[in-house]
């Protein structure tokens, strides 16, 4: 029969190309938020992240920008490269019994056109 | 400094077995998580250890547990297999001692249950 599997985001750039990654979190005490790329046959691997006191920070090719009025994530990456290509996450470290544990959104799927 | 490490890389079990997954954790962190990813459900934190001793657990049964030792490697058991816990178990370490960390990823154990 079918599979049921989650039906991820997809974005799809020319080399090149600017792309902004959008992730909506759901904790409004969360107070620390991660962003991860995960290629395939290999574990997420850390980008950047962004404390609730900030608005925006910076990295190298990326930008992650915070509004936590909408609790809207998103991940903008600079001249996109064929290496880019892979699943990237959103996840946040809420506050009480969340603690020492990360949620992370449903991933959104990146492809990089030459 | 070595990245996280997980053992075996791939696992084939029948249902009804059990099966022990490791994890050493980058040097000089404490603390170590471990998450489920399946295509249906993504990312899903099973629980975190630190010194020993497990701080937070996720919605799992309890056919899922695991342990820490005193050099912070860490193992975790799933007993009684069923089909469904066919997914990719993914380790994570960090130092563990600030609720806003970034966690570090192994390349995970990809466990088919039969």
């Known amino acids: 029969g079918e599979s049921v599997g989650l039906h991820l985001p997809t974005l799809s750039v020319q080399e090149g190309d600017n792309s902004i990654i959008n992730c909506a979190y759901s904790n409004s005490a969360s107070d620390y938020f991660i962003w991860y790329k995960q290629e395939s046959g290999k574990g997420p691997q850390f980008i950047i992240d962004?404390?609730?006191?900030?608005d925006k920070r910076q990295g190298q090719r990326v930008t992650v920008l915070l509004n936590k009025t909408v609790k809207h994530l998103s991940l903008q990456i600079a001249a996109t490269q064929p290496g880019d290509s892979a699943v990237y996450f959103c996840?946040?470290?809420?506050?009480?019994?969340?603690?020492?544990?990360?949620?992370f959104g449903k991933g959104t799927l990146l492809t990089v056109n030459p | 400094k070595a990245g996280v490490t997980q053992t075996p890389r791939y696992l084939i079990k029948t249902r009804g077995q059990q099966v022990t997954l490791s994890c050493s954790p980058i040097?000089?962190?404490?603390?170590v998580s471990w998450y489920q990813q399946t295509p249906g459900q993504g990312l899903q934190f099973l629980f975190e250890?630190?010194?020993?001793?497990?701080?937070n657990k996720g919605n799992f049964p309890g056919r899922f547990s695991g342990r820490q030792f005193s050099n912070s490697r860490s193992e975790m058991n799933v007993s009684t297999l069923e089909l469904g816990d066919s997914a990719l178990y993914l380790c994570?370490?960090?130092?563990?001692?600030?609720?806003?960390?970034?966690?570090?990823f192994g390349s995970g154990t990809q466990l088919s249950v039969l």
């Open positions: 962004i404390r609730s006191n900030m």
């Open positions: 996840a946040e470290n809420g506050l009480g019994g969340s603690n020492y544990k990360l949620t």
């Open positions: 994570a370490s960090s130092p563990g001692t600030d609720t806003k960390e970034k966690l570090f």
């Open positions: 040097s000089g962190h404490r603390s």
């Open positions: 250890y630190f010194s020993e001793t497990q701080r």
